[in-house]
C-alpha cells in the first residue's frame, strides 16, 4: 500500500472509472465544483473518464453529466454500458432469474423480491424506495418476475437485518452476490462472473486501451474487483480494510475531495 494519493512517476492513464456515491459524490449529496473541474482537466488532455456504478441508467447519467462526462457510463455493476449522449444501452449482460429465484424463495419466503430488466426498471413483489439505485419501480406478482432474463436481482429482508445473507449465500454457492446490512438485509445478485471490471475491460477493448493504463477509484465491495483490475486501484480513506486492500493506494475520505486529489496528482505535476 502506498501514500494517500499517490501516482506512480510516469504512469500514463488512457481511462479513469469512478464509482459514484461516497465515492464521486457524497450519498444523496450533490457534485463539488473541484472535482468537476479536475474532470474537466484530465478529459481535456484526452483521457475517457467512465463512471461505474450500481446505480442504473436514470440516477447515474445525471450525475455524469453534471460531472462533465458525456461518453459512457457502466451501471448495474457492470451489466450495463451506457451512453450518456444518446441515453442508450450500448452492451447488456442478463441472465434467466428462474433457477435463483426459485432457490432464495424457499430459503426467503417472506423476503422482498426484485428484478432489474435492461432498461433499468424494478419489478419487485413488494415496493421499496429504490432511491439511488433507480427512479422506476412497479409492483408485480411473483410469477412476473421469471418471464424475461434480468439484469440484476434483488432480495430484500427486514428479518435477516441481525443474521444477514452471509451463510445463505455461501451455501448456495452465489458468485455474483454482494450483500450488507442497512436498515433492511439486502443482496444484489448478477449474472456469473459479472462485476464492474468486466464491463470496464470491455469498454478497454472497444476503445483500445491497454487495461494497464487505467485507473479505477472506489469505496465499497462492489469496487473491489474493479481496483484489482486496474493499473492503479485507489480506494476512498473511508473505505472498509478490505476494499483499501484490493487498492494499491488511498486517497481522501471526503468523497469529491479524494477523486480530485487523484485526479490533479495526474494533471497539476
Not at 35 to 50: K, M, P
Not at 81 to 104: A, M, N, Q, W, Y
Not at 138 to 146: A, N
Not at 189 to 197: D, F, R
Request: charged share 20%; glycine share 8%.
Amino acid at each position: 500500500m502506498t501514500h494517500m494519493a499517490d501516482i506512480p512517476a510516469g504512469f500514463r492513464a488512457e481511462l479513469i472509472a469512478l464509482d459514484v456515491d461516497d465515492t464521486l459524490i457524497p450519498w444523496n449529496g450533490s457534485i463539488g465544483e473541484r472535482v468537476v473541474d479536475a474532470i474537466e482537466r484530465v478529459q481535456d488532455a484526452g483521457v475517457l473518464v467512465v463512471l461505474a456504478t450500481g446505480r442504473t441508467p436514470s440516477t447515474t447519467i445525471p450525475i455524469a453529466r453534471a460531472a462533465g462526462i458525456n461518453d459512457l457510463v457502466v451501471c448495474s455493476n457492470g451489466a450495463l454500458l451506457v451512453s450518456v449522449e444518446t441515453e442508450k444501452t450500448i452492451e447488456s449482460v442478463t441472465f434467466d432469474p428462474r433457477p435463483v429465484l426459485e432457490e432464495l424463495v424457499e430459503h426467503l419466503p417472506d423476503a422482498v423480491f426484485a428484478v432489474e430488466d435492461t432498461n433499468g426498471i424494478f419489478h419487485t413483489t413488494r415496493m421499496f424506495p429504490a432511491g439511488a439505485l433507480g427512479l422506476s419501480i412497479r409492483e408485480v406478482p411473483f410469477e412476473h418476475l421469471l418471464r424475461e432474463p434480468v439484469i440484476r436481482l434483488v432480495v430484500r429482508s427486514e428479518q435477516h437485518i441481525d443474521t444477514g445473507f452471509g451463510p445463505i449465500v455461501e451455501k448456495l454457492g452465489y458468485e455474483s452476490a454482494i450483500f450488507g446490512v442497512g436498515d433492511v438485509a439486502w443482496m444484489d445478485v448478477a449474472a456469473k462472473g459479472v462485476n464492474k471490471a468486466t464491463m470496464l475491460q470491455r469498454v478497454c477493448e472497444r476503445r483500445g486501451i491497454d487495461p494497464a493504463n487505467t485507473i479505477a477509484i472506489g469505496d465499497f465491495w462492489n469496487d473491489i474487483e474493479m481496483l484489482r483490475w486496474a493499473g492503479l486501484g485507489v480506494a476512498m480513506g473511508s473505505a472498509a480494510d478490505a476494499v483499501k486492500a484490493a487498492a494499491n493506494t488511498v486517497t481522501s475520505g471526503v468523497p469529491g475531495d479524494g477523486v480530485a486529489d487523484v485526479l490533479d496528482a495526474l494533471t497539476l505535476t
